[in-house]
T-cell receptor
Framework: GENVEQHPSTLSVQEGDSAVIKCTYS??????FPWYKQELGKRPQLIID?????GEKKDQRIAVTLNKTAKHFSLHITETQPEDSAVYFCAASTSVGDYGGSQGNLIFGKGTKLSVKP | EAQVTQNPRYLITVTGKKLTVTCSQNMNHEYMSWYRQDPGLGLRQIYYSMNVEVTDKGDVPEGYKVSRKEKRNFPLILESPSPNQTSLYFC???????????FGPGTRLTVL
């Protein structure tokens, strides 16, 4: 089955610097890669996602890149702010089958705790 | 308001006492899933359901049961809880696993 590895497990940056979190996956059939942000004591929320027919996607200060050949994808946060401090999770899902193309099994990485120092 | 609700939010119980954590969504989503979150292990999928009466095991299904009799509800059942099931549990729903998952507020379970 799919295995998702996420690095680093903790990341500390100065406000205004960039932060990069990397994930690798094992199943070459995976083709949907979301990123979730979880603030302390709250539920995970989607911040950006990418599908395998796209190499890069941006949303303001956040971008995700995907390298299908190497089976890795990365989250880039520019001009970090203290409110970016949270745990970030990557995930991978394979789209096959009858239910609108979804297999159903979403595998998460173990998370990266990002701290942005003022 | 579109939302996923879970009950109870907090539960302390004893080994072997059957319990059910309810999950309900009002977004008419076909896909629902249960995760457990433990420090250093991230989110691990327990069970998921792609439609009514269709459920499948995730990565850590042992000791859990689910049912999907109605589209909006997806209860998680622990027939005989053990201390290693002490965890934070999240229910989520979405159109399918290929789209954004909306998480419930979480249920913190302690099994003594």
């Amino acid at each position: 089955g799919e295995n998702v590895e996420q690095h680093p497990s903790t990341l500390s940056v100065q406000e205004g610097d960039s932060a990069v979190i990397k994930c690798t996956y094992s199943d070459s059939a995976s083709n949907y890669f979301p990123w979730y942000k979880q603030e302390l004591g709250k539920r995970p929320q989607l911040i950006i996602d990418i599908r395998s027919n796209v190499g890069e996607k941006k949303d303001q200060r956040i971008a995700v890149t995907l390298n299908k050949t190497a089976k890795h994808f990365s989250l880039h946060i520019t001009e970090t702010q203290p409110e970016d401090s949270a745990v970030y999770f990557c995930a991978a899902s394979t789209s096959v089958g009858d239910y609108g193309g979804s297999q159903g099994n979403l595998i998460f990485g173990k998370g990266t705790k990002l701290s942005v120092k003022p | 308001e579109a939302q996923v609700t879970q009950n109870p939010r907090y539960l302390i119980t004893v080994t072997g006492k059957k319990l059910t954590v309810t999950c309900s969504q009002n977004m008419n989503h076909e896909y629902m899933s249960w995760y457990r979150q433990d420090p250093g292990l991230g989110l691990r999928q327990i069970y998921y359901s792609m439609n009514v009466e269709v459920t499948d095991k995730g990565d850590v299904p042992e000791g859990y049961k689910v049912s999907r009799k109605e589209k909006r509800n997806f209860p998680l059942i622990l027939e005989s809880p053990s201390p290693n099931q002490t965890s934070l549990y999240f229910c989520a729903s979405s159109l399918d696993s290929y789209n954004e998952q909306f998480f419930g507020p979480g249920t913190r379970l302690t099994v003594l």
